[in-house]
């Protein structure tokens, strides 16, 4: 196996055992943790393997870190339209 994908494999195990554990703060100290690592590792993904795999693994970082998303929609949604 490549590199990318080990480290791809590893983040998204450790992003699901994070949100296994119950929070006070709603686990966002973690998500921009996971974001801040998860950003360098899709261009990683990118330069080793190509657009294709990065596209998913972005979809699959989405469906862990889907709050995130969904409140970052609502904010572009407002500031345009």
């Keep these: ?6 480290l791809c494999c590893v983040w998204l195990i450790v992003a699901n055992v994070i949100g296994m554990f119950p929070s006070r703060r709603k686990h966002w100290p973690a998500a921009y943790a996971l974001m801040s690592v998860g950003m360098p590792l899709v261009a990683y993904v990118i330069w080793a393997e190509g657009i ?8 699959l970082a989405a469906s862990v870190l889907r709050w995130p998303l969904v409140f970052a929609l609502r904010w572009v949604r407002q500031q345009f339209g």
């Design 52 to 59: 294709w795999w990065a596209l998913l693994f972005m979809a």
């Design 1 to 6: 196996m490549n590199l990318a994908f080990i």
